[in-house]
């Protein structure tokens, strides 16, 4: 059967106790992430996370890849390209333009006096408060209630619960992390490591496991997000 297309939405994170993640060295301004996608043992895709910081400013980018050829005769290509501009930990900007096989949806956000203005293939409309995004590059976003799909800009208030250590395969190895459940929304297990950097995700496609994991861990994520 053909994966469901929109279970993809989540690629690219509890009653939890994650305020006092430690702060990266302040000269840590910028880092990359590589990652590979997989379904089931399969290498479909991959994707990237880059983090830059200017003084209270952090600037991410995502790129995300994925081709599926099931006997040549089904043919399924996707890809996401996000920029997310956060200032002190809240969103002020994002353009994310998606190629969904074909149809096109996106997500564009400014922050404005009137709190976030989403225009999305989903949702048009103000997001209130301090809302995270499907990126993941962070357990600070475990915190947060509201969560933006940056597929298409919907809104919704996921379940989120630390499920407990689980070793999750990457480019490193069996890497000892911790897993937390998203439900509502999306449906995905996150990793993070003990430094709390993201390693992967990984989540159902009709009965197969998807995987999005670490291939090259570069430069530490979190030390450029805490600043």
Request: charged share 20%.
């Amino acid at each position: 059967m053909f994966p469901d297309r929109r279970q993809f939405l989540a690629l690219t994170g509890a009653s939890l106790t994650i305020a006092s993640l430690p702060a990266g060295p302040a000269s840590a301004s910028a880092a990359t992430r590589q990652f590979d996608v997989f379904l089931g043992r399969k290498k479909v895709g991959s994707s990237s996370v880059s983090l830059s910081r200017s003084g209270s400013r952090v600037e991410a980018e995502i790129e995300v890849n994925l081709h599926l050829s099931i006997l040549g005769l089904i043919n399924f290509t996707y890809h996401l390209s996000n920029r997310e501009s956060w200032r002190d930990g809240v969103l002020q900007e994002m353009r994310s333009r998606t190629n969904n096989n074909g149809p096109i949806e996106y997500a564009n956000a400014t922050r404005t006096g009137r709190g976030l203005e989403m225009d999305g293939s989903a949702y048009q409309g103000i997001i209130e408060g301090n809302p995270a995004t499907t990126s993941y590059f962070t357990p600070d976003f475990l915190e947060r209630r509201t969560w933006i799909n940056t597929q298409n800009g919907a809104v919704f208030t996921p379940s989120i619960g630390r499920v407990g250590a689980a070793d999750f395969a990457t480019g490193e190895g069996s890497t000892p992390c911790t897993r937390y459940a998203i439900r509502g929304g999306v449906n995905s297990d996150l990793y993070y490591d003990s430094n709390y950097e993201w390693m992967g995700s990984s989540f159902s496609v009709a009965g197969r496991t998807a995987r999005i994991a670490m291939s090259s861990r570069g430069g530490s994520l979190n030390s450029v997000w805490r600043g």
